[in-house]
């Protein structure tokens, strides 16, 4: 049987299939050697790179809940030069593709980081994560409104010739379609749909939140509904590719989101149990060949 | 190298109401493991449980792997209840530090819970190994029926034991019956290994510890990958540049606890 060929165009990029490890559990991609083949996916969005480093937030990070995880990580990482000079090239000598997971406190940490970036060789693709609940400044602040994210994405797209730049959103908003518009008419070249769910839980016990944040960010299974829908809504309104992640658990998940208009997808929470269900969605799109999004359903039953 | 395998249970054995032994056949392939290392296990293939949980290796020989697993939760019930023949997707072995032998001199162990389980394993790979001279483990318990002396009692040259309700040995944690037994002059100057929930390491750290040549604890947290990407079970480390955070899971899970910023760490 002849296999499918599953490149994938975003941008000005062309990965070599439209399946992701997820930023945040992901790590700097190489963590996982042994237990899954990077080689075999379409690319890995790294930790997200502040200028600084950031030694992310005290006290409990993470809280499994009824099919999720709670997660209040804050952003940790090695800071850009670190990532640039050392992690990115690891990643690039074991033949994987990085694509840049980037986030700033402000816009003058945000101007540093991306002169950072675009003094760098080998980065092409860039995912903005203006859309963290769990730091004090930049993340939701940014994500949440129209105005600031189209000024941030411009920013990249002027700043960054040639590079092909995804904006992920949050889904905490009334209108997610209308953020992945503003980002469109920025110049994104992709929207990644979606960061976590904002969320908490309370330890019976204590008497307190589990979190000192007290709310933090809902993953997994539990959030895959919510993810499907966005990228439902946000391919119906922009011309651009979406990349969907949230709570992809199976083959048929994945699935769910190409036909929902994804044009790829990211792997996430699942990678910590299940290490080899990327490779398993690419064996498989390999042999049906990547499914195709539904047409217009309104006049499906059921729809309305 | 670290992989992802399929473990069989061979044989389970009821400790007490809430602790059970895990035998697996040893999967093909599964790698050497050294004390203080984990292996991480999907208890099942729906979506609750939902993440891996790790457990330290109890014992690893050429065709075994023991695991100890207390009923806290609905993961660690689900397997302590699974049957012989039963298959789990065994991921490991995890962990980036491990023991270090004695080297032929005399070692105190001290234990608290489930902790146990790395003090066996280190234990038996030093007297397979003739690394180990005299072996003392202190050993704590909530009550007498989770004392699980039975499953260590070749292992060591004494086992000193404590309760919380006083039902057998010592009535106290292990911390304080360690303390009594520096004062007394029976432990101290060695090594001192420990495994327990984070308060009792942290409670020897400042005291105890101080009587003994080195402390070296391995760090029990949840965790989610285990493979240190996450950056969930992270500990602060004192450097010569300040603090540093450092994952529990590859970073450790054996810290030098004298180097462990205790006054940073929130758990």
Known sequence: ?304 | MKGLFTGRIIRTQRLSPLSHLIVFERPRGFPDAAPGQFVSLRITSTITPLLRRPFSIMDLTGTELHLLVKVVGKGSDILAHSPCGAEIDIAGPFGGTVFPSPEKKDAVFVAGGTGLAPMIFAARTWKRDRSLGRADLVYGAGCEEELLVSLCGEDFTAVHSATIDGSCGFEGDAVALLEKLVEEGKAGGGILYSCGPTGMVRAMAGRAAARFSRHLTSLESVMACGVGACRGCTVPVKTDGGTVLRTICSDGTVFDASEIDWERWEE
């Open chain 1, 1 to 304: 049987m002849s296999r499918h060929s599953l490149e994938t165009k975003i941008g000005a990029v062309t990965l070599r299939n439209p399946v992701l490890l997820a930023s945040g559990p992901a790590g700097y991609g190489l963590e996982y050697e042994g237990l899954l083949d990077l080689e075999r996916i379409g690319g890995v969005v790294t930790k997200t790179i502040s200028f600084e480093p950031r030694e992310g937030n005290p006290g409990t990070r993470l809280h499994e809940t009824g099919g999720g995880l709670l997660n209040s990580i804050g952003l940790e990482n090695v800071g850009a030069e670190v990532f640039f000079s050392e992690k990115m090239p690891a990643l690039v000598d074991a033949g994987i593709k990085p694509v840049v997971s980037l986030a700033a406190e402000d816009w003058e940490d945000y101007r540093m980081l991306l002169d950072a970036t675009a003094g760098t060789v080998g980065v092409d693709i860039i995912e903005l994560n203006l859309s963290c609940p769990n730091v004090e400044r930049g993340g939701m602040a940014v994500g949440t409104n129209p105005e600031l994210l189209a000024k941030y994405v411009r920013h990249a797209k002027d700043t960054l010739p040639g590079m092909t730049v995804l904006a992920k959103l949050t889904p905490n908003v009334g209108d997610i379609a209308a953020l992945a518009l503003a980002a469109e008419e920025a110049g994104a070249d992709g929207i990644t749909a979606i960061n976590t769910v904002v969320g908490m839980d309370i330890d019976l016990a204590a008497r307190r939140p589990v979190f000192k944040r007290i709310r933090a960010g809902l993953s997994g299974p539990a959030v895959m509904p919510i993810a499907l829908d966005a990228v439902w809504r946000i391919s119906r309104t922009v011309d651009i590719p979406v990349v969907g992640v949230g709570g992809i658990t199976s083959i048929a998940d994945a699935m769910k989101f190409f036909m929902a208009g994804a044009a790829a997808i990211q792997v996430g929470t699942a990678v910590f149990y299940d290490p080899a269900l990327p490779e398993r969605i690419v064996e498989t799109l390999e042999e049906t060949g990547i499914p195709g999004p539904l047409g217009d359903c309104s006049r499906m039953k059921g729809a309305g």
